[in-house]
């Protein structure tokens, strides 16, 4: 599954660096989709920078319940005088991301889980695009963000005397069975 996510997400990058269409836009956004986070638990995000030094990038969404959320960040480091994204930090809600892939492959940072409570959340990515030549292009990245509802307390409640009870029950068929024996 996560190898997936960052295959979606590197073809995402390239996507939208060879669609973006201003070159005087020093960044263009994808925000995070709030109604596709609400309807299937995974929204993506990214930024095409077109300028070269430090940039620091915010994006937010809402939850309503209590959510466990995952999430991974992807860039690609593109030979030839390209621009590149070196991140320095990438954050949810001050959980960080771990670096997991490296230049010149996908630079790819992940976050496993972190517990969030209901409210706005901000995804907060920060780092430096450098030129390693005479390019000229864009340089971008691309994020997926997977939320998931956590039980309530009252489920786990119900959940933890269904086994109780279950477990009661074949404790008991067990003693029927010895005192027939």
Do not use: C
Not at 40 to 66: D, E, N, R, V
Not at 97 to 115: I, K, R, S
Request: net charge positive.
């Amino acid at each position: 599954m996560r190898s997936m996510t960052k295959l979606l997400g590197a073809v995402a990058a390239i996507a939208v660096m060879t669609t973006a269409s201003s070159a005087s836009a020093a960044t263009i956004f994808t925000p995070i989709n709030q109604s596709m986070l609400d309807l299937f638990g995974t929204a993506t995000f990214g930024a095409t920078i077109t300028t070269t030094g430090l940039f620091s990038h915010s994006f937010a969404f809402k939850t309503t319940g209590f959510n466990d959320a995952s999430s991974s960040v992807v860039t690609i480091e593109l030979k030839n005088g390209k621009k590149n994204i070196n991140f320095t930090s990438v954050k949810l809600d001050g959980f960080a991301f771990t670096h997991t892939g490296f230049d010149p492959g996908a630079e790819t940072w992940d976050l496993t889980t972190a517990l969030l409570a209901p409210g706005t959340h901000h995804i907060n990515l920060a780092g430096k695009v450098v030129t390693s030549g005479s390019g000229t292009n864009a340089a971008s990245y691309s994020g997926t963000l997977n939320i998931a509802a956590v039980p309530e307390p009252a489920t786990w409640a119900l959940m933890i005397g269904g086994f109780g009870g279950a477990g009661m029950m074949l404790r008991s068929r067990r003693r029927l069975a010895v005192a027939a024996v």
